[in-house]
């Protein structure tokens, strides 16, 4: 069964660095997720692509959050610099585009630690 | 998108269905109900969806009322494996919208 794939599983890094994860969706998926889970919190979406495109960001905090998906296929969130406060998970996911109920598929996640 | 309401916390016993409760009171005529869960430590999981209908699939069933104002999941034959957290999600199906979150319900399957 097709996955999405995300790397790193796991990120440490010291406040002020930069930090960058990766997302694979499923072959054939135009729209992709990247949402943030706070421990003890659902998760909460930051940007949406439709394909190369940027669908909504309205919850992607810009002066330190950027994303992009350059051919429309894998796509890169990264944050500079980073703050205590992004410590959490960071989940991709993927899914088909339209009207219809599609649903989601979420890959395993970066579970992002700032000290 | 409609607010949902769930509780917390839920036990059921190993091998007992685990009967999942949503409000969604505000629920609007083009809103589907989504039901996600997450397993400790992993990425959200599909379960299922529904209209209005009662739906099942080999995961679960969903059973909506039929003012549509709430809906239960139902895990027919609990196992350890199914100890998550579960969401009920409302999503209407303009084009690219999004899944709200809320705080979901933690089901601890005990043996």
């Known amino acids: 069964e097709a996955e999405v794939a995300q790397s790193p599983r796991y990120k440490i890094t010291e406040k002020s660095q930069a930090v960058a994860f990766w997302c694979d969706p499923i072959s054939g998926h135009a729209t992709l997720y990247w949402y943030r889970q706070i421990l003890g919190q659902g998760p909460e979406l930051l940007v949406q692509f439709q394909d190369e495109s940027v669908v909504d960001d309205s919850q992607l905090p810009k002066d330190r959050f950027s994303a992009e998906r350059l051919k429309g296929v894998d796509s890169t969130l990264k944050i500079q610099p980073a703050e205590l406060g992004d410590s959490a998970m960071y989940l991709c996911a993927s899914s088909l585009t339209g009207t219809g109920p599609y649903e989601q598929y979420f890959g395993p996640g970066t579970r992002l630690t700032v000290t | 998108d409609a607010k949902t309401t769930q509780p917390p916390s839920m036990d059921c016993a190993e091998g007992r269905a685990a ?16 039901w996600y869960r997450q397993i400790h430590s992993q990425g959200p999981q599909y379960i299922i969806h529904g209209l209005k209908n009662n739906e099942t699939n080999e995961m679960a069933s969903l059973i909506i009322t ?20 579960y969401y009920c999600i409302v999503r209407s199906m303009e084009y690219g919208n999004k899944l709200v979150f809320g705080a979901g319900t933690i089901l601890r399957v005990k043996s």
Do not use: M, W
């Open chain 2, 19 to 34: 009967n999942l409760p949503c409000n969604h009171s505000t629920i609007s005529g083009n809103e589907y109900v989504y």
């Open chain 2, 66 to 85: 039929e003012d549509r104002k709430s809906s239960t999941l139902i895990l027919p034959h609990a196992t350890l494996r199914d100890t998550a957290v």
